[in-house]
């Protein structure tokens, strides 16, 4: 079992709806999660992070926390063609190295 | 701002042959963590470092090395190239907090012939 999972996807949206986003994870001393955006070639890109559960929410994005169900997700409103990525859940563990665990990452279209 | 550079953009080796990549870290963030990503895959975590020290490691091969330097700009070394290392090498950097947050490089594409 990977440490975190996601579902690769595709998940395909047509333009202005929501997309929602969802990613498991194993450590339950994790304490840290991130939302990263990812274009083909490039490099993986900061959207959200969340550290406390419940919702968190910065313009189109909500990241959403349940650590008692060791879940995190990701909701983007009015969902633009110009989302289609992959976004990758990341998560810093309990060790204290700072380090990054990655998911697979779902890869979003949206569709005009 | 400021962000992490990592040089070169584009790397073509042949087997066997030896590369070496460099980062440098938004200013003022003292640790640095190279990341492997082969394609269809996720960034797997290779090596960190903290104030020039190494701090983690992950599923680095031997033939791999890496080190962070006094101006904190970390360099990955490897040799022996193989095939199968082909992939984009990504370096990140963070200030050491409670709730840091890894910033990426636009990465080295390493193409092994």
């Known amino acids: 079992q990977k440490e975190v999972e996601q579902n690769s996807g595709p998940l395909s949206v047509p333009e202005g709806a929501i997309a929602s986003l969802n990613c498991t994870y194993s450590d339950r001393g994790s304490q840290s999660f991130f939302w990263y955006r990812q274009y083909s070639g490039k490099s993986p890109e900061l959207i959200m992070f969340?550290?406390?559960?419940g919702d968190k929410e910065d313009g189109r994005f909500t990241a959403q926390l349940n650590k008692a169900s060791q879940y995190v997700s990701l909701l983007i409103r009015d969902s633009q063609p110009s989302d289609s990525a992959t976004y990758l859940c990341?998560?810093?563990?309990?060790?204290?190295?700072?380090?990054?665990?990655f998911g697979q990452g779902t890869t979003l279209q949206v569709k005009p | 701002a400021a962000g992490v550079i990592q040089s070169p953009r584009h790397l073509i080796k042949e087997k066997r042959e030896t590369a070496t990549l460099k980062c440098y870290p938004i200013?003022?963030?003292?640790?640095v963590y190279w990341y492997q990503q082969g394609p269809g895959q996720d960034p797997q975590f290779l090596i960190s470092?903290?104030?020039?020290?190494?701090?983690d490691k992950g599923s680095i091969p031997d033939r791999f090395s890496a080190q962070q330097f006094s101006d904190y700009h970390s360099e990955l070394n490897m040799s022996s190239l193989e095939l199968g290392d082909s992939a984009l090498y990504f370096c990140?950097?963070?200030?050491?907090?409670?709730?840091?947050?890894?910033?990426f490089g636009s990465g080295t594409q390493l193409s092994v012939l």
């Open positions: 990341a998560v810093k563990g309990s060790s204290n190295t700072g380090k990054l665990i």
């Open positions: 969340i550290y406390s559960n």
């Open positions: 200013p003022r963030h003292d640790t």
């Open positions: 470092f903290y104030e020039k020290m190494q701090s």
């Open positions: 990140a950097s963070s200030l050491t907090g409670i709730n840091e947050k890894l910033f």
